[in-house]
């Protein structure tokens, strides 16, 4: 039963950090001039809402082992690629805008997208509705997480129970990441 306690005591911090830690994001993009100015939703030239997205030419998913979690999705740079459970695959559709993509920044392409180790045919793109061209695997559309600062990272595993790492057949790992100091929620 303590074991219980300490484990909600636990997620419940990681929750509580995760508002903090959105909130200096916020603070810290509308200081630097990176907040765009309009606010709303979806609007806009979008040109805030790119701003820490995996964006090039041509973008490459790859598979890499991320401790416990087994083999995820990266992007070229290695880093950890999400779903998030408000957004669908059948038919895809994009729900993670405005401060939510700050936080996670979509993985976008511009161009070509090649893949390692993940089924070419389960990878295509959905046009968002700010401009950008979103990377999806199995119609789910991928996110990075702005916390993940190195590659392999998986900070944003499991966060508010909506945000999941995925498997190189677009489903999501549910295995709990291990808690890194310092390291805190900022889902939607």
């Known amino acids: 039963m303590l074991a219980i306690r300490?484990?909600?005591h636990i997620r419940h911090i990681r929750h509580i950090r995760g508002y903090a830690a959105?909130?200096?994001a916020v603070l810290a993009l509308t200081l630097s001039g990176c907040g765009g100015g309009g606010g709303g939703s979806g609007g806009g030239d979008g040109s805030a809402k790119s701003?820490?997205?995996?964006?090039?030419?041509?973008?490459?998913?790859?598979?890499?082992?991320?401790?416990?979690?087994?083999?995820?999705v990266t992007d070229s740079k290695g880093y950890v690629l999400y779903r998030?459970?408000?957004?669908?695959?059948?038919?895809?559709r994009v729900s993670c805008y405005d401060t939510c993509a700050q936080v996670w920044p979509p993985a976008t392409a511009q161009g070509g997208v090649t893949a390692n180790g993940v089924d070419k045919s389960l990878v295509s793109t959905v046009k968002r509705t700010d401009g950008g061209t979103q990377l999806t695997l199995a119609g789910w559309p991928?996110?990075?997480?702005?916390?993940?600062?190195?590659?392999?990272?998986?900070?944003?595993?499991?966060?508010?129970?909506?945000?999941?790492?995925?498997?190189?057949?677009?489903a999501k790992i549910t295995t709990t990441a291990p808690a890194s100091p310092g390291t805190g929620g900022g889902g939607y």
Do not use: C, M
């Open 6 to 8: 300490h484990i909600r």
């Open 22 to 24: 959105t909130g200096a």
């Open 51 to 72: 701003t820490g997205s995996t964006a090039s030419a041509t973008a490459t998913l790859n598979t890499a082992e991320v401790g416990k979690l087994g083999t995820v």
């Open 84 to 92: 998030f459970d408000a957004d669908s695959a059948n038919p895809t």
């Open 142 to 170: 991928l996110y990075r997480y702005a916390e993940d600062d190195k590659p392999k990272e998986a900070h944003g595993q499991g966060v508010d129970g909506t945000w999941f790492a995925v498997t190189p057949t677009g």
